[in-house]
């Protein structure tokens, strides 16, 4: 079971993306969705998880406050709003989705199901 992104692309600085994340039916049960990225030469990291059934909504500190994690149940859909982008936020993005606890999934990723990623780039 692959997760499917989409949405990346070039943008300047300042400027917004919104990445999808498309859940196939057959990784539910999920209690967790999650956003994470890496750039070259840098380890993956946690930028935005949501807990499906609670909504609540959990980020990173360099995304706090630009970015928003949120789903569309309907369409088996999560979608990572950014704003305010800038140059360190350059990197693919993953998303992820699984059974575990949602609250520390961003330093604890331990997802069941990946996506391939999809490149943001910010000059």
């Known amino acids: 079971v692959q997760l499917v992104e989409s949405g990346g692309g070039s943008v300047q600085a300042g400027g917004s993306l919104r990445l999808s994340c498309l859940i196939p039916?057959?990784?539910?049960?999920?209690?967790?969705v999650g956003w994470f990225r890496q750039a070259p030469g840098k380890e993956c990291e946690g930028v935005a998880a949501?807990?499906?059934?609670?909504?609540?909504?959990y980020y990173s500190d360099p995304v706090n406050g630009r970015f928003t994690i949120s789903r569309d149940k309907a369409k088996n859909t999560a979608y990572l709003e950014m704003n305010k982008l800038q140059p360190d936020d350059t990197a693919m993005y993953y998303c992820?989705?699984?059974?575990?606890?949602?609250?520390?999934?961003?330093?604890?990723?331990?997802?069941?199901?990946w996506g391939q990623g999809t490149q943001v780039t910010v000059s």
């Open positions: 039916t057959s990784a539910y049960p999920t209690n967790c």
């Open positions: 949501i807990h499906t059934a609670l909504e609540d909504t």
């Open positions: 992820a989705a699984g059974q575990l606890r949602c609250s520390t999934s961003l330093t604890k990723p331990d997802f069941r199901f």
